[in-house]
């Protein structure tokens, strides 16, 4: 089952999404890692993650680029944390996809559903803010959209977590 969730930052997203992996009934959970640490903010969120996830399970997995998702495999549940640093990683890093960063996250995203029992991926509103932003800017959203539409119909259940609150966009559950 592939679960994509969806939201602005600091609404719940990552609580919400750690909810549903725990639901699985696969014997591993793994947290696929995709912010590089670069930065006293970005190493503080990183604590702030680990925190959450202590005592629950997760084996870590640094995958700040698509290639390193291809080791991950079997009876087990992914949390995808984040679909949008991983994008910035593709598009802007030298030895990242550039501007087939769609279509690649897209393919691997697959892929990985397609090897593993369940699949929560976390990803980021970017366009509800109204700032105009700088041509890179703009294409690295344009670029998230995308990537985001694609899997939201590939998904089996898409939500939307608005102040702490799931809203169910697509799905049974």
Known sequence: MMILVTGGSGN?????????ILQSSAP?????ATMRPFGA??????RRHRRMREGKGFVTC???LHGEMASISGDCAVLLEDLANLAANELFEEEGAGEE???VLIQAVSELNERVMD???????VFSDGIVYTPETRRYMEILAETGSALAEMADEVYEVVCGIPLKLKGLR
């Open 62 to 64: 640094e995958c700040c």
């Open 41 to 46: 903010e970005a190493q503080a969120r990183i």
């Open 28 to 32: 591993e959970r793994i947290y696929a």
């Open 119 to 125: 699949l929560v991926i976390v990803t980021d509103d």
């Open 101 to 103: 960063t769609a279509e």
């Open 12 to 20: 719940g997203r990552s609580a919400f999404a750690e909810e549903c």
